[in-house]
């Protein structure tokens, strides 16, 4: 099987061809360009590196969110024009569930954490099971606050965080947490459409893939400037 895999839910925007289990060639780059310079030069970078074209492919990968707004339309809109042009149908894969799976194989449970502002993080929780070697899904992806992630946590024993809240939290979630909590370290932190490309074969497997016009990204709060709007109507109407 073979298998296309983006990701440009966060800054760094990342690009993986997968076939039959093993990443035969992966980009990724984070150098403030906008993804939408970066993007499709860079799937069509990894095709060539593996040899391969995109009527080879058997099906795309995206990092669903959540994440960046404007990263999340950007891969959105790449995914559905790739999809629609070719007729390949489209595996959506949690932002959370790929960085979970950057740290397949450890202890406990891992608890991805994205930077959603406000003192919010995008997370959920997963422990990896190794008879499987799939991720297993414990609390829903959400945006919640800090405490409110401690609390879901504290009853753990051991806890990884990984992801780009991992640098903006680390030291209250030590205070909190003390030896229970545990970190990825940089360069494992970010997302990675290799790891997208892992859950992704599981699945294909289990026929969770939609077509290029049915996939929608998955923000699960507004945008700020939606937001925004939102609150500017209260008032009129206050």
Known sequence: MILLAIDSS???ATAAVNIDGVIVSYQAVNNKKTHSQTLLPMI?????????DINQVDAIAIAEGPGSFTGLRIGAATV?????ATGKPIIPVSTLEGLAYNMAGCK?????????RRNQVYTALF??????EQMVQLAP???????ELIARNIKYDEITFVGDGVPVFREYLT???GEKAHFAMPHMRLQSAASISVAASFLWKEKKYVSAKEFEPVYLRLSQAEREKLEAKRNNKG
């Open 108 to 116: 406990g449970v891992i608890c991805p954490i994205m930077d959603a």
């Open 80 to 84: 559905k024009g790739l999809g629609l």
């Open 127 to 132: 422990y990896y099971n190794p008879d499987s």
């Open 175 to 177: 205070e909190q947490l």
């Open 141 to 147: 992806s959400e945006a919640i606050g800090i405490e």
């Open 44 to 52: 069509e970078d990894v095709m060539v590196s593996a040899g391969i």
């Open 10 to 12: 966060g800054l760094t």
